[in-house]
């Protein structure tokens, strides 16, 4: 079945504590995506990648970090979390033509006390 | 910059009754659109998309829309809304140039009366 699978689903974490978030692909996707949600903003992109080792910021960077040395991977990492940072964030892909649409994960609710 | 504005939060309607969400895009090349719907505690699926040709395009579960270059407008319609229809709704824009880039609009709540 072809999936976007994030982990965790839910996630408490205290302010400066490292954490990251994975997310996984299982259609040979070349774009992937991060994206957060917030109550009235909409979805916001935080960071794309067009494929292995290429990466770029979306509009939201600050704060986040993400790598892509596989393909089917692209993890979020949050540094030193901070509690605006407390959002739910969700994952995606698609293949490298512009038109198709993502592919989304389930999402992931993170909370920064 | 591209962007993108839904300018109805939230939209109530009547089972049975038709709708329209609006759906107004700033891009300036040839705009690649997308609607998509997120159920309560879902991600996002996708309802229908628009690259080129015919302008009214057809998606999942009786939606269709209709882009209009003139007003730089997409707006989502159904003729008779179900019940389980009841979701939010997002329309986005991605970038004919950078195929990475991808906004979305604020979204619009969709409630569903009996």
């Known amino acids: 079945e072809a999936q976007v699978t994030q982990n965790p689903r839910y996630l408490i974490t205290v302010t400066g504590k490292k954490l990251t978030v994975t997310c996984s692909q299982n259609?040979?996707?070349?774009?992937m995506s991060w994206y957060r949600q917030d109550p009235g903003l909409g979805l916001r992109q935080i960071y794309y990648?067009?494929?292995?080792?290429?990466?770029d910021k979306g509009d939201v960077p600050e704060g986040y970090k993400v790598s892509r040395k596989e393909k089917r991977n692209f993890p979020l990492i949050l540094e030193s979390p901070s509690p605006n940072q407390t959002s739910l964030y969700f994952c995606?892909?698609?293949?490298?033509?512009?038109?198709?649409?993502?592919?989304f994960g389930q999402g992931t609710r993170l909370t920064v006390v | 910059a591209q962007s993108v504005t839904q300018p109805d939060i939230h939209i109530t309607v009547s089972e049975g009754a038709s709708l329209e969400l609006r759906c107004n895009y700033s891009?300036?090349?040839?705009?690649?659109l997308f609607w998509y719907v997120q159920s309560p505690g879902q991600g996002l699926q996708l309802l229908l998309k628009?690259?080129?040709?015919?302008?009214l395009v057809q998606g999942i579960k009786g939606f269709e829309a209709e882009f209009k270059r003139s007003q730089s407008s997409f707006n989502l319609r159904k003729p008779s809304v179900h019940w389980s229809d009841a979701a939010e709704y997002f329309c986005?824009?991605?970038?004919?140039?950078?195929?990475?880039?991808?906004?979305f609009g604020d979204g619009t709540t969709l409630t569903v009366k009996p």
């Open positions: 259609m040979n996707h070349e774009y």
């Open positions: 990648s067009m494929n292995v080792e290429v990466t």
């Open positions: 986005a824009v991605g970038a004919s140039t950078n195929a990475g880039k991808s906004t």
């Open positions: 891009y300036g090349a040839t705009p690649y």
């Open positions: 995606a892909s698609s293949s490298n033509h512009p038109n198709t649409e993502a592919f």
């Open positions: 628009y690259f080129s040709g015919d302008t």
